[in-house]
C-alpha cells in the first residue's frame, strides 16, 4: 500500500515525465522515444535532482512522508531505496507513455497530451488540497494523531521543503526549454 505522500509524489513524477515528453516531441517525433540528447537530460534530472531530493525528504522527515499513516519507526529506513527507484521509474514511464501517445494518437501534440497532462496536474492538486492537513504539519506520527504536531512554517522543514521545490521546479524548467530548443534544432535539419 502506497501512502498518499508518496503516491501524490509518483503522481506528479508520472506528470513531469509526460511533460518533458511533450516538451521533446519534435525530436521524439523525428528520432522515436529513446532519442538523445532528450532521454539523457531527463535520465540527469532524475539522477542528479529528483533521487537525492527524494532521499532528503524521506529519510530527514519520515513521519512527514509517511504523513502520519504509518509509524516510520516499523517500517526499515532501507525503504528509500524502492522509493526512490519508484520516484525514478514514474519519471520514465509518464515520459515513455506520452512518447508513445504522441506516436500513437492522431494529433496526440495538440490535443490528446496536453489535455492528460491537464487532468493528471489537476488530480495531483485536488490530492494535495485533500491532504493539506496532514502535509501542512510537522511532527511524529504520535504527535500528529495527539494533535501535538506544529504547522510546517514553525519548524524547518516549510523552509527546506520551499527550498526543494524552487530547486526542482527551475532545474524542470529548464529541462523542458532545453529538451523544446533541442526540438526545434531536430525540426531545423
Excluded at 505522500?5 to 518533458?20: T, V
Excluded at 519534435?26 to 531527463?42: E, H, M, N, T, Y
Excluded at 506516436?103 to 501534440?109: K, N
Excluded at 510537522?138 to 524552487?166: E, M, N
Aim: aromatic content about 10%.
Amino acid at each position: 500500500m502506497y501512502h498518499p505522500a508518496i503516491l501524490i509524489a509518483l503522481i506528479l513524477e508520472l506528470w513531469l515525465g509526460g511533460f518533458f515528453a511533450f516538451c521533446a516531441r519534435a525530436r521524439i517525433r523525428q528520432a522515436g522515444p529513446w532519442a538523445q540528447p532528450s532521454l539523457a537530460l531527463v535520465g540527469t534530472f532524475v539522477a542528479i535532482l529528483l533521487a537525492p531530493a527524494t532521499v532528503y525528504l524521506y529519510l530527514a522527515h519520515p513521519d512527514w512522508a509517511w504523513l502520519y499513516l504509518v509509524d516510520p519507526e516499523h517500517v526499515p529506513r532501507l525503504v528509500v531505496v524502492p522509493i526512490v527507484a519508484m520516484s525514478a521509474a514514474a519519471v520514465g514511464a509518464g515520459y515513455w507513455g506520452a512518447a508513445r501517445m504522441l506516436a500513437l494518437v492522431p494529433g496526440g501534440a495538440r490535443r490528446a497530451l496536453p489535455g492528460a497532462l491537464a487532468g493528471v496536474a489537476a488530480l495531483v492538486l485536488l490530492l494535495g488540497f485533500l491532504a493539506r492537513g496532514r502535509l501542512l504539519h510537522v511532527g511524529t506520527t504520535g504527535d500528529f494523531r495527539g494533535g501535538r504536531a506544529l504547522p510546517i512554517f514553525d519548524v524547518k522543514l516549510g523552509y527546506a521543503l520551499i527550498a526543494v521545490v524552487v530547486g526542482l521546479a527551475s532545474a524542470a524548467a529548464f529541462v523542458a526549454w532545453e529538451l523544446a530548443r533541442d526540438g526545434r534544432r531536430a525540426q531545423m535539419r
